[in-house]
């Protein structure tokens, strides 16, 4: 088995970006095949969202066509309306008693207004473009998609903080099972090494070296005070082709964020939006805990490989930069 190391790894997984490097924003697009079971696990404490509560697992519709991972803020969910209107236009999507045709589309969005131009989000057409634009392909990584405004450890600011980005991993488990990430790195937390050693995140302002942020919250004052400044997320996904159900993929979800404690510290915390979606194709007879415990795996290796490919943007360094 051949693996690009990214997200369509899985077959029938396709994945598209549109980026505005000016107003650095821009959303991510993950088509999936058909009947390709959804689920979603919102850990952070300021989510941004569209349709999770439709990958309940008690609720009834199973299958998801596409999931948009967008910057923006809460003005960056419209970009899923392109996304719509794309696959009405394909004919996908779940199909009404009466026959209409409505596409499952679910959204994740990421903080990003604090570099570029904070007056332009990703909308309707941006995500139009990011489907059009979708390969099979090897996914790019790095300042791009969702990627592009995202920074990480900026609690003192830009200046201080480092870019992150859009950053995918694949691993294959036997000979057909793969189990497969993809993730935007905007967190409050520092990005760390396997060795727990910080590799992005904040800077002090003096010696340019990183400061940790677990160190900064020390000096802190123990009640609550400005959170001004403080919002951030790490929101992604996970692609399998295992056959699931929709508890199963939610399982795999939880099992997943894992991967972002490993990698982000700290992570979860309520001014994060850390959100994971889980995807299933249905092609591979696999056990959920052994598809969990390697969606960990692949997350934590997303999120590192997303700082070392991006690059510094409006005045936001990246850490080939540091």
Do not use: W
């Not at 008693?97 to 679910?106: R, S």
């Not at 939880?254 to 972002?260: C, K």
């Amino acid at each position: 088995m051949t693996l690009t190391n990214t997200l369509t790894d899985v077959p029938g997984i396709r994945v598209g970006h549109a980026t505005d490097l000016l107003a650095a924003t821009g959303c991510t697009v993950i088509l999936c095949p058909p009947n390709t079971i959804g689920a979603v696990d919102v850990r952070g404490g300021a989510p941004g969202t569209r349709e999770t509560d439709l990958l309940r697992p008690e609720n009834s519709v199973q299958a998801v066509n596409a999931v948009v991972l967008a910057g923006g803020s809460a003005f960056g969910l419209n970009a899923s309306t392109g996304v719509m209107r794309y696959l009405a236009e394909q004919g996908e999507g779940y199909r009404t008693a009466t026959g209409q045709i409505v596409p499952i589309v679910v959204s994740a969005i990421l903080f990003d207004l604090g570099i570029g131009q904070a007056d332009v989000y990703p909308d309707a057409a941006m995500g139009y473009t990011a489907c059009q634009a979708a390969t099979s392909e090897e996914v790019a990584q790095g300042t791009i998609g969702a990627g592009t405004g995202a920074m990480l450890g900026a609690m003192m600011g830009p200046a201080q903080a480092t870019k992150g980005g859009i950053g995918s991993a694949s691993m294959a488990i036997g000979e057909e099972l793969v189990v497969s990430a993809i993730v935007a790195v905007n967190a409050v937390g520092d990005v760390v090494g396997e060795s727990g050693r910080i590799i992005a995140g904040l800077r002090d302002s003096q010696t340019d070296k990183f400061v940790g942020v677990l160190n900064m919250l020390r000096q802190m004052p123990p009640v609550a005070g400005d959170a001004s400044g403080v919002e951030n997320t790490v929101i992604g996904a996970i692609a399998t082709n295992a056959k699931l159900t929709k508890a199963q993929a939610y399982k795999v979800a939880q099992m997943a964020h894992d991967g972002i404690a490993r990698a982000v510290r700290p992570a979860h915390t309520p001014f994060d939006g850390d959100t994971i979606f889980a995807l299933a194709t249905g092609e591979v007879a696999a056990e959920t805990a052994v598809v969990g415990a390697f969606a960990a795996e692949v997350m934590a290796t997303a999120i590192r490989n997303a700082v070392h490919a991006a690059t510094s943007l409006h005045g936001v360094r990246a850490i080939d930069n540091a």
